[in-house]
Nanobody, 120 residues
Framework: VQLVESGGGLVQPGGSLRLSCTASGFIFSDYDMSWVRQAPGKGPERVADINSSGAATYYQDSTKGRFTASRDNSKSMMFLEMHSLKPEDTALYYC??????????????WGQGTQVTVSS
């Protein structure tokens, strides 16, 4: 199982980024997936869940209306569109997989993370 994130970077407040996650080593379309972030000095925070069919089923309150999770099962990829970024969105963003039947509650595979820094 391998999850590889990309697309992070430095962006000014109010800016946008699109994160990507490329999965391999398993049948991507069989699994619910999530984005999780971790800011310096803080614990992991679930950002968004997306079910195996592609419907986003959860967004962290502070990201609602600004972030959109999606996936392309034909390419084994997941995405996170982020708009109106705020300094408090600064974190290492991880692509994670949930064991079957545990969407958003348990995670059994993590990528290496991609850094998002929102600063002027």
């Amino acid at each position: 199982v391998q999850l590889v994130e990309s697309g992070g970077g430095l962006v000014q407040p109010g800016g946008s980024l699109r994160l990507s996650c490329t999965a391999s080593g398993f049948i991507f379309s069989d699994y619910d997936m999530s984005w999780v972030r971790q800011a310096p000095g803080k614990g992991p925070e679930r950002v968004a869940d997306i079910n195996s069919s592609g419907a986003a089923t959860y967004y962290q309150d502070s990201t609602k209306g600004r972030f959109t999770a999606s996936r392309d099962n034909s390419k084994s990829m997941m995405f996170l569109e982020m708009h109106s970024l705020k300094p408090e969105d600064t974190a290492l963003y991880y692509c994670v997989r949930s064991p079957r039947g545990t969407r958003g509650r348990e995670f059994d595979a993590w990528g290496q993370g991609t850094q998002v820094t929102v600063s002027s």
